[in-house]
């Protein structure tokens, strides 16, 4: 076994030791409190320390694994990404975060930020050129870099409705699933936000409540995952949010509209996106949310064209159990955004999530994949359709 290979599964064996201290009875230290929604962090945020600056630390650790049934030879699961290894162990994120808050709704000005750090098999899908690209390479590991995915500053001004500028490096507010493992309901991701979407921008951002339900967004960032290169490409990032009274119900519309490249072709070199994610809450446990995106890009006289629709029904069993389901259709038109197959891509996945305490997640699923077109992008090219099992554990320090 190689040196990295050794300390993964030492991480995975003290994740172990956590869990079954967590678990083992009202005995337990208070460090593993099963009321505690983290393992430690809280302690230290309520230290006199922390509360004084108005810092708070957390973060976790998303460890699993994924079974293939098409067995491909390179145990390559593509064009699935981030559980993207057949029988492979992947610690997918080691995330830590420090942030400072800042306090809006007040009359006062604020100022705060934020700073992410992730290392794993994630990070090699969310790299900003120019920035984190580099920090490690296949000398090391193939699957394995260091990210960081957020570091912004922050700041609330007590105008109009108040207004918070966010400046720096952030995630996109374009779309439903996000990068942090903890916020999604599935292991595994839909085609929209592996292939149609940005994961992170360098700019700023602004937001406001113009009302009790509706939120304005409006900012300038340097196009999609990009830190140092192509420094004229200012894109709008922007969009808008409403949610119903009884928060049952919401809507978010956002775009991002701008230039891929600062060379000297004018309009030519455009991109442009929009997204449209719905939710209703039918009762206080049954979730329904359904996304569409559309983008097209154009770079001389081609262009590329993709959109599609995913939809998501989950259902709480129990405060501690969740089952739900996840249906999607994407269109690559031209076959410029997933594999090079231009046509219909599709997936069905249905899973579980386990939460016997707060800082501990088991997700488990079953997905189903499908080419509909000429082509056959799955296991090396071989076939149009896979089917995969995986699970994942999230552990919240």
Not at 237 to 254: F, N, R
Request: one cysteine or more.
């Amino acid at each position: 076994m190689n040196k990295r290979n050794k300390t993964l599964c030492a991480v995975g064996v003290s994740v172990a030791a956590l869990i079954t201290n967590g678990t083992a009875s009202a005995d337990s230290p208070s460090l593993f409190s099963q009321d505690r929604n983290t393992i430690f962090s809280e302690s230290v945020n309520n230290s006199q320390f922390m509360q004084d600056l108005g810092l708070t630390m957390g973060g976790w650790i998303d460890m699993g694994a994924t079974y293939n049934f098409q067995t491909p030879r390179d145990n390559n699961n593509t064009p699935v990404t981030f559980n993207d290894r057949h029988l492979e162990f992947q610690l997918n994120q080691f995330y830590f975060y420090l942030e400072r808050a800042v306090a809006t709704g007040g009359s006062s000005w604020d100022i705060g930020g934020r700073a992410d750090f992730m290392f794993g098999t994630d990070a090699r899908f969310n790299l900003n050129t120019g920035l984190d690209d580099d920090l490690l390479d296949d000398d090391f590991s193939r699957f394995y870099r260091i990210s960081a995915p957020q570091i912004y500053a922050e700041v609330y001004a007590p105008i109009f409705n108040g207004v918070t500028a966010k400046i720096g490096r952030f995630y996109t507010i374009i779309g439903n699933e996000v990068v942090t493992s903890p916020d999604n309901f599935f292991y595994s991701h839909a085609y929209t936000m592996q292939y149609a979407e940005p994961f992170e921008h360098n700019g700023f951002l602004l937001t406001t409540p113009i009302n009790d339900n509706l939120t304005l967004m409006a900012g300038g960032v340097l196009g999609w995952d990009n830190y140092s290169k192509n420094l004229g490409i200012w894109n709008f990032l922007g969009g808008l949010s409403w949610s119903s009274d009884d928060d049952k119900s919401g809507a978010t519309v956002t775009a991002v509209v701008g230039p891929t490249d600062d060379s000297n072709h004018g309009d030519e070199n455009n991109r442009w996106l929009y997204s449209v994610v719905l939710s209703h809450d039918f009762t206080d446990n049954l979730h329904y949310l359904i996304q569409h995106d559309h983008g097209v890009e154009e770079i001389g006289n081609s262009k590329a064209e993709w959109y599609g629709v995913n939809m998501y029904l989950t259902y709480d069993i129990l405060d501690q159990l969740s089952v739900g389901t996840r249906v999607e259709w994407f269109r690559d038109d031209d076959g410029a955004r997933v594999t090079g197959d231009a046509g219909d891509f599709s997936q069905v996945t249905g899973g579980f999530n386990y939460t016997p305490v707060p800082w501990l997640k088991f997700r488990p699923e079953v997905r189903y994949d499908k080419f509909w077109d000429n082509g056959k992008p799955y296991n090396g090219g071989s076939s149009d359709h896979q089917i995969t099992v995986a699970a994942d554990l999230v552990v919240m320090f």
